[in-house]
């Protein structure tokens, strides 16, 4: 059973500021998403990676996958209070999720 | 593209009642379709797979008397919460799976808040 670990498990800052969460996984990932979900919402695909090493930017994130397929990264720049919402990575392959890092922006 | 609906988002019923949730994958077909339970501040925890034409898959501790599922057809699962009581009051969410040329991505539903009076 792959076991997916994410932290910080809540982080706040403040408007502006860069902030980065983490997914670390106890085996190799066979794909990896990346998912923000609003309260009351379902989750939202941000990305998926699938190469070790692959970087992807989407406006002010960016995501990284670890060489090794087993951990990645999900970085924010200039934070905003629309990016306020539960992080959750996941491997959708094998239908593991992360317990997810809930980001707050104070405006 | 991959848009996931789901009906009703919200229900509100008495205890010992039946509660039908619908799940569409609206511009693509979804041989597998999953159902997801969610409590506050938690990560999603997988229910049952649901396949078309065949019988559920259930996950362990999860009992299929009382969350019936059917996958009717290549866009529609159901998830029939039976004599619902107020510990089934949960936020219900649905994924269709998806394969985007080299992965399999899962694509949410907006999730259905039950409430059990």
């Known amino acids: 059973t792959q076991l997916l670990e994410q932290s910080p498990q809540f982080l706040s800052i403040q408007e502006g500021e860069n902030l980065t969460v983490y997914c670390n996984s106890s085996?190799?990932?066979?794909?990896l998403q990346w998912y923000r979900q609003e309260p009351g919402e379902g989750p939202v695909l941000l990305v998926t990676v699938v190469t070790g090493g692959e970087v992807k930017k989407l406006k002010r994130l960016t995501f990284q996958f670890g060489d090794a397929r087993k951990d990645s990264s999900l970085h924010i720049t200039a934070a905003q209070p629309g990016d306020t919402g539960l992080y959750l990575c996941?491997?959708?392959?094998?239908?593991?999720f992360g317990a997810g890092t809930t980001v707050t922006v104070r405006a | 593209g991959a848009v996931v609906s789901q009906h009703p988002s919200r229900v509100i019923c008495k205890s010992g009642t039946s509660v039908k949730i619908e799940c569409r994958s609206l511009?693509?077909?979804?041989?597998?379709m999953f159902w997801y339970r969610q409590f506050p501040k938690q990560s999603l925890m997988l229910m049952a797979t649901?396949?078309?034409?065949?019988?559920?898959?259930?996950e362990q501790g999860v009992e299929k008397d009382k969350f019936l599922i059917n996958h009717a057809s290549l866009t529609l699962s159901t998830l029939t919460v039976t004599s619902a009581h107020p510990e089934d009051s949960s936020f219900y969410i649905c994924?269709?799976?998806?394969?985007?040329?080299?992965?399999?991505?899962?694509?949410f539903g907006p999730g259905t808040r039950l409430t059990v009076l």
């Open positions: 994924s269709a799976s998806l394969r985007d040329g080299y992965a399999d991505t899962q694509y």
């Open positions: 996941a491997d959708s392959n094998k239908l593991s």
């Open positions: 085996s190799v990932f066979s794909s």
């Open positions: 649901s396949n078309e034409g065949s019988k559920a898959t259930y």
């Open positions: 511009d693509f077909q979804a041989t597998t």
